[in-house]
């Protein structure tokens, strides 16, 4: 499978900690996505970092992209309870024409 | 500005009944995707329609058609439902070029008894 896999599968965290979740992928990528999903809600598309990008940010959000590890970082900065969601990364290869493969995502809980 | 919108929010099916489950995008995009997602799992792909007037099987399209009405909708049926098929879809659309993030809908919450 060309799935991506993230990880920690799930990670509690105290408001006003950072939090890092880690995705990797097995096969050369043209770009790689990174979703929030809170619970019982559809998907929103957080940040998109290119083959030949190593680190891009949006706001509290940092992500890096290590094509040689075929791995990627999201870091949320200063966390509140309202990042409490799960976290997708989704991988665009480039003989897929657009179609994206999504991970089974890091649950992500903030305690007050 | 609506999104995605995904029409029912929920249903309940009885084994070998056959419903339509709808999905409408309001941004002129070119692509649509239809995903389910299990429990505690990620999405796998069903079906997606690169451009108005063209479907392609995804990961899992066995037990379920689409059809792409216009560049707005994008609807997924089934035609004989199984418990098997008990799982959130999820309807999504993107400009269809490789730079473009997905706009998801809310989901169709399916129990198939």
């Known amino acids: 499978s060309q799935q991506g896999e993230e990880d920690p599968q799930a990670l509690s965290i105290q408001e006003g900690e950072n939090a890092t979740m880690n995705c990797s992928y097995k096969?050369?990528?043209?770009?790689l996505q990174w979703y929030r999903q809170n619970s019982g809600r559809g998907l929103v598309h957080l940040i998109l970092?290119?083959?030949?990008?190593r680190e891009k940010h949006s706001g509290r959000l940092r992500v890096t992209l290590d094509t040689s590890k075929k791995s990627s970082s999201l870091l949320i900065t200063a966390s509140r309870a309202a990042d409490t969601a799960s976290y997708f990364c989704?991988?665009?290869?480039?003989?897929?024409?657009?179609?994206?493969?999504f991970g089974d995502g890091t649950t992500l809980t903030v305690k007050p | 500005n609506a999104g995605v919108t995904q029409t029912p929010k929920f249903q309940v099916l009885k084994t070998g009944q056959s419903m339509t489950l709808q999905c409408a995008q309001d941004?002129?995009?070119?692509?649509m995707y239809w995903y389910r997602q299990d429990p505690g799992m990620g999405l796998r792909l069903i079906y997606y329609?690169?451009?108005?007037?063209?479907?392609d099987k995804g990961e899992v399209p066995n037990g379920y058609n689409v059809s792409r009405l216009n560049k707005r909708e994008f609807s997924l049926r089934l035609e004989s439902a199984a418990p098997s098929q008990t799982s959130v879809y999820f309807c999504?659309?993107?400009?269809?070029?490789?730079?473009?993030?997905?706009?998801f809908g809310s989901g169709t919450r399916l129990t198939v008894v």
């Open positions: 989704a991988t665009r290869y480039n003989t897929n024409a657009g179609k994206s493969t």
């Open positions: 096969t050369s990528i043209n770009n």
């Open positions: 970092i290119r083959s030949n990008e």
């Open positions: 941004m002129n995009h070119n692509s």
């Open positions: 329609s690169a451009s108005e007037g063209t479907t």
């Open positions: 999504a659309s993107s400009e269809g070029n490789f730079e473009s993030g997905y706009t």
